[in-house]
């Protein structure tokens, strides 16, 4: 199977509804927000919801949530350990590792494990254990709000009976629970046919992201995300004609970013050449 043969920019618009669409565990989980008040969903919280609808699809995926998991291995190193064997840490560990995992292939990976302490030679000092890093050609920025949100917080009681055989009831607990009322969020993305080529990323996985990505919001329902409070409105696929693309990346995406309106419509600007396929959310 030939690699990526065209540079490929893309572009997602989302419409959160009374939802927390990604808290920030470092400011009482309120919903993300930059100095402006516009809010944020970073990329690693898309790239695991992206990995989660890969997994469900059937992909092999290397970085599983606890959650999710398609099988027993309770931790990356022993997944790795179970699909590379010997070879992990050999020269050939970034070709298996590709081979192997779609989220290796598309995104990277850095495969950091300690020495096996049995196997490590007494003479050596410090961790002699493997490092290797693999760039991945496809990269997703984070989302930002096209205007900036209002959060709102509700104070919410917990009142159970935890412990003993439920005869007295557990003291009250007090929390809060913070929502977007509603806001309307973009975040872009590429895929370089350069790096395509050390990962072996393909024609048929950019088809595949291509075809997961207005299905991004699907089965990551939560307390703080109901079913139906987030929902992909479009999705904008630009693929150009060559490997170095047609236009600039910056350039494609200000198409977008120049014209997006609070409600989540748009006119695309043009390029010369460079036609974008406009797909609905599922």
């Known amino acids: 199977m030939s690699t990526l043969q065209n540079k490929i920019d893309f572009a997602v618009v989302l419409r959160v509804t009374h939802a927390n669409p990604n808290g920030d565990p470092l400011n009482g989980n309120r919903p993300r927000a930059d100095y402006d008040g516009y809010g ?11 990995r989660d609808r890969l997994l469900e699809s059937g992909q092999n995926i290397f970085v599983q949530s606890d959650d999710r998991k398609n099988d027993d291995f309770k931790s990356l190193k022993a997944r790795a350990d179970a699909a590379l064997g010997k070879k992990l840490g050999s020269s050939e560990t970034a070709k298996l590792a590709c081979e192997q995992w779609f989220d290796v292939r598309a995104f990277g990976q850095l495969f950091a494990f300690k020495a096996d302490k049995k196997k490590k030679d007494t003479d050596t000092e410090g961790d002699s254990g493997v490092s290797i890093g693999i760039r991945g050609p496809v990269t997703v920025q984070s989302a930002f709000s096209v205007e900036p949100v209002d959060v709102s917080s ?6 159970v009976s935890g412990e003993g055989d439920g005869s007295k009831r557990g003291s009250d607990t ?21 790096l395509a080529e050390r990962t072996g990323f393909s024609d048929a996985d950019a088809e595949t992201i291509k075809q997961l990505l207005p299905k991004l919001i699907e089965n990551d329902e939560s307390s703080a995300r109901p079913a139906g409070s987030m929902e992909i409105l479009k ?27 609070p409600d989540g419509s748009f006119e695309l600007g043009e390029l010369e ?3 974008p396929e406009i797909i609905e959310g599922f």
Not at 174 to 194: E, L
């Open 40 to 50: 944020e969903i970073t990329d690693v919280c898309i790239k695991r919801k992206l």
């Open 154 to 159: 509700t104070q919410i009681t917990k009142s």
């Open 174 to 194: 007090m929390g809060m629970k913070h929502r977007v009322d509603k806001g309307v969020y973009v975040f872009y993305g590429s895929i370089n046919p350069q």
């Open 235 to 261: 999705v904008i696929w630009w693929k150009h004609n060559c490997k170095s693309g047609q236009h600039s990346s910056a350039k494609v995406h200000r198409t977008l970013q120049e014209t997006i309106q």
């Open 273 to 275: 050449g460079l036609k």
